[in-house]
């Protein structure tokens, strides 16, 4: 089984409604983060989570909000999707006991917004 | 501004040629640097990390630091049509990663 798990792995939405994307984690890393890449632009970091009472905005967080309801689970909504969010996003995990700066992501969610 | 530069390529070599991809850094007190590789529509994955100045090698793959020049690269030795994929140079700072563009790779 993988160990990042992100559902789900494509989805297509209206303008205006309101989405949920989740990530799951069995690595045991208490460091999660949320990014979104576009073609041309890199990976941006969204929301980042050093535990489960630590989340931090990244550098696009607007429009954004996050849950971390576990240590394993860290869910990131759209609470009005509008279409310039449509991106591939990717959850990652990193572990600061071991090597702080290494990030392990998930299989992406593809999102577009109509 | 925090940032990374690479040169988005595509940079394209024959197989079994060395590839070599750099990459430029903003912040000299960085001390953890990486790579990953990117296949189109798939996840990153982390590749080469080094946090010393010299030579890190790993297979086919070394990785170079020089610190005082804020310079990163990574050579791929014995290109493979397989190694062709987006490339991407990161560095760490306050607990989160600086990503580069990336640099797309065709091997052929």
């Known amino acids: 089984d993988a160990d990042v798990t992100q559902t789900p792995r494509n989805r297509i939405t209206k303008t205006g409604k309101r989405i949920m994307l989740e990530c799951s984690q069995t690595k045991g890393h208490d460091r999660m983060y949320w990014y979104r890449q576009d073609p041309g632009l890199g990976l941006r970091l969204i929301y980042y989570?050093?535990?489960?009472?630590?989340?931090n905005k990244g550098e696009i967080s607007d429009g954004y909000s996050v849950s971390r309801q576990a240590q394993a689970k860290f869910s990131l909504s759209l609470e009005s999707a509008i279409p310039n969010q449509t991106a591939l996003y990717f959850c990652a995990t990193s572990d600061p006991l071991a090597a702080a700066y290494e990030q392990y992501f998930g299989p992406g969610t593809r999102l577009t917004v109509t | 501004q925090k940032e990374v530069e690479q040169n988005s390529g595509p940079l394209s070599v024959p197989e079994g040629a060395i590839a070599s991809l750099n990459c430029t850094y903003s912040?000299?007190?960085?001390?953890?640097f990486f790579w990953y590789r990117q296949y189109s529509g798939k996840s990153p994955e982390l590749i080469m990390s080094i946090y010393s100045n010299g030579d890190k090698e790993d297979g086919r793959f070394t990785a170079q630091l020089n610190k005082a020049s804020q310079y990163v690269s990574l050579l791929i030795r014995d290109s493979q049509p397989s190694d062709s994929a987006t490339y991407l140079c990161t560095w760490g700072s306050q607990g989160n990663l600086i990503f580069g563009k990336g640099t797309k790779l065709s091997v052929k």
């Open positions: 912040d000299r007190g960085s001390q953890s």
């Open positions: 989570s050093f535990d489960v009472k630590d989340i």
